[in-house]
């Protein structure tokens, strides 16, 4: 029995570890397009600003490759997959035959189309390590940066880039930074946080043209206005890496649709991470959830599967965890505003800021900023469904709460052995 | 592997556990000095939850599918599949805190330096919150042996 994982990070690896719980004999190939060894990804913001040296991205020690009999081909690309012989093509024209074959491609950068972009070169992209090397390399003090896009990936690449240059600014089309996870008062307190710490942020506009020629000089905006820039990255968004499995025939639809089984729709042939469209329990819809977390898990169970283990993915919920200049904010689940119909309860004090979104007397989603203490009790209310009903009343300003009963003041759950589920 | 349960009716909410684990997991092993002198600050790993009408001790529970080893961008939040312990390399944790928002307790302590959890007070006899709870409340169970019984 031979395994082709293709893509070499958190769900692939994970993938790769759960077959071997099970079959002891198996052949496991890993193939990635990068040079790199599986690494922390989300770490290289922590390597642009000095925390994490070069040496240190890396997800699993050397031995883990050897100790689990895994044969790693990095640095090449699959091409081709063959369904009928069931054979993948790689870059350099190589087959290897497969029995069953997982993609986790992960997801690639999105770079909308503005004027002028084309053959500059301190353009870049902050998705991997190879980006993160090439902006260090490139960045100088005394160089004014600019970024696309404030979301997770852009205002982490911002914090990154304060400590190789002087200037850095942010520039947002939506009304606020960190749109996706924060509402309008944590996004606001985001921004204060990120300005005190030397970071220029212009949201509700967006760059229409770049000037210079074979470097960006300026960025005209939509707003009229000029921002002089000497290093531009691109941190828009994410897109699900599926290019691969659509041209071998997988449905795709944003992400490769996948089945329970994390199966697609070709049999032997499973996905699971960024690169695959996932049931978000919180809300039913199927979406893309470009998570760490999520894909680690998703891995566990394709893997899982595709040794003949009997387990069911049931979906998951977006959980992010995110410190910026010291600042740390975890939320968890939908934003949930009162016009989707969700109640929502909003906490502020002296240490900081929280927002809660109750919908069926659920908690639906969480935002803490500041004070993220305790803050997993609040993923395990939305985890678990439990009714806010039978919580005590004091679990928002105190999550410690959510461990006894509102009524007999019994310990809820907290001495088990571990609640049941995993991240689900 | 051992593990430490709490026994909530005999918990009188008194926190010494906490200033014990502190003072376990500080340099200088000297309560005064954990709490008033030492920098970093030490962190207490066990947290006593509720209020004087119920009480109780927490700390990891070093579960058998650990959520924050799942959640670890770094690699390293490891369970050991040998002993059971979950623990973080504190060298490579970058304090992200995606552990504590995973952890289904959320019991894993924030520290700018690296996420910070129960260790077991590895080296010691006991843990340091079960030699010093003064009402009994904390047992340190070794949960294979007791199985086997």
């Not at chain 2, 924050?68 to 312990?85: D, F, H, R, S």
Request: hydrophobic share 40%; charged share 25%; proline share 3%.
């Amino acid at each position: 029995m031979r395994y082709i994982i293709i893509g070499c990070s958190a769900a692939g690896i994970s993938a790769a570890q759960e077959i071997r719980k099970y079959h002891t004999a198996a052949e496991i190939v890993i193939v990635t397009e990068e040079h790199y060894k599986a690494y922390g990804r989300p770490l290289i913001s922590y390597y642009l600003k000095d925390r994490v040296k070069e040496e240190d991205i890396y997800y699993k020690d050397k031995s883990f490759y050897t100790d689990n009999f895994i044969y790693l081909l990095t640095g090449k690309r699959v091409v081709d997959i063959n369904l009928e012989q069931k054979y993948i093509t790689l870059n350099d024209d190589k087959k290897i035959d497969y029995d069953r074959l997982l993609i986790a491609t992960g997801s690639k950068p999105f770079v909308p189309h503005i004027e002028n972009a084309e053959g500059k070169a301190n353009i870049f992209t902050f998705m991997n390590m190879e980006s993160a090397k090439q902006i260090k390399e490139y960045a100088k003090p005394e160089m004014k940066a600019v970024v696309i896009g404030g979301g997770l990936i852009g205002m982490k690449a911002a914090e990154g880039l304060k400590k190789l240059c002087s200037s850095v600014t942010v520039l947002e089309l939506a009304e606020r930074i960190l749109p996706t996870i924060l509402d309008t008062k944590a996004s606001s307190l985001v921004r204060k946080h990120s300005e005190n710490n030397g970071i220029d942020i212009i949201t509700g506009d967006t760059a229409v043209q770049l000037n210079g020629s074979d470097k960006v000089e300026s960025l005209t905006l939509k707003s009229g206005k000029t921002l002089p820039c000497d290093i531009l990255i691109m941190a828009v968004g994410v897109r699900p890496n599926t290019e691969l499995a659509q041209k071998a025939g997988c449905l795709i639809d944003k992400g490769i649709v996948i089945d329970h089984k994390m199966q697609t729709n070709i049999e032997d042939i499973y996905a699971a991470g960024d690169c695959a469209l996932t049931p978000d329990v919180v809300d039913g819809k199927n979406k893309v959830i470009a998570l760490w977390p999520t894909a680690v898990q998703q891995g566990k169970i394709a893997g899982g599967v595709m040794a003949g283990a009997d387990t069911r993915y049931e979906g998951s919920f977006a959980m992010n965890a995110i410190d910026l200049f010291g600042l740390h904010m975890l939320t968890a689940g939908v934003i949930g505003g009162e016009e989707e119909g969700y109640e929502v309860k909003i906490i502020i004090n002296d240490k900081g800021y929280r927002r809660f979104s109750i919908k069926d007397g659920l908690l639906k989603g969480f935002m803490l900023v500041g004070d993220i203490e305790r803050g997993g009790l609040y993923t395990t209310v939305i985890r678990e469904r439990l009714p806010l009903s039978g919580l005590d009343e004091e679990i928002f300003e105190n999550p410690e709460f959510i461990s006894f009963d509102r009524v007999t003041k019994e310990a809820l759950f907290l001495n088990s052995d571990a609640i049941k589920g995993d991240i689900v | 592997m051992k593990k430490v349960y709490a026994v909530q009716n005999l918990c009188l909410n008194c926190k010494l556990c906490e200033v014990y684990c502190k003072t376990a997991h500080s340099q200088t092993k000297n309560i005064v000095k954990a709490y008033k002198e030492e920098v970093p600050e030490p962190s207490a790993r066990i947290v006593v939850e509720g209020d004087n009408q119920a009480s109780l001790a927490l700390q990891c529970r070093h579960c058998e599918s650990p959520a924050c080893v799942e959640a670890c961008i770094t690699g390293a939040m490891q369970k050991n599949p040998k002993t059971g312990l979950v623990s973080t390399d504190e060298t490579r944790c970058v304090a992200c805190m995606t552990c504590l928002a995973a952890c289904p307790y959320g019991i894993i302590r924030v520290n700018e330096r690296a996420a910070m959890k129960c260790d077991l007070c590895q080296g010691e006899e006991a843990p340091a919150c079960v030699q010093n709870c003064p009402n009994r409340a904390l047992v340190c169970v070794d949960i294979y042996e007791e199985a086997e019984r």
